[in-house]
Nanobody, 124 residues
Framework: VQLQAFGGGLVQAGDSLRLSCTVSGRGAGGGHRMAWFRQVPGRRREFVSAIRWSDGNTYYADSVRDRFTISKDNNKRMVYLDMNNLRPEDTAVYYC?????????????????WGQGTLVTVSS
């Protein structure tokens, strides 16, 4: 299974951005949940949001709740992250990931498939 994240870029504080993630390859339809994580160099990877393939149930980190929205397209095997009212502290490399299990949603160890990451830079 291959994951590819794209859509990052340089924006100003208060702007919006949409990230997309494609899931392809053999076994692409077998996942349980998709998630977005982010990481700033030198800091720990941080959970952002997740969505369950089966019923669309969503999860958000407190830091992005009410600003970010995760969604999916099962037919296209794509997941999106709509980010509104971006802040400089949202600057990071954003990764999409897929889990095959129903463990702790924010635990990166639950996710076996990872995309290459896309950089989001928010200037003040």
């Amino acid at each position: 299974v291959q994951l590819q994240a794209f859509g990052g870029g340089l924006v100003q504080a208060g702007d919006s951005l949409r990230l997309s993630c494609t899931v392809s390859g053999r076994g692409a339809g077998g996942g349980h949940r998709m998630a977005w994580f982010r990481q700033v160099p030198g800091r720990r990877r941080e959970f952002v949001s997740a969505i369950r393939w089966s019923d669309g149930n969503t999860y958000y980190a407190d830091s992005v709740r009410d600003r970010f929205t995760i969604s999916k397209d099962n037919n296209k095997r794509m997941v999106y992250l709509d980010m509104n009212n971006l802040r400089p502290e949202d600057t990071a490399v954003y990764y999409c990931a897929q889990s095959y299990y129903s463990g702790t949603v924010s635990d990166g160890l639950q996710y076996g498939d990872w995309g290459q990451g896309t950089l989001v830079t928010v200037s003040s």
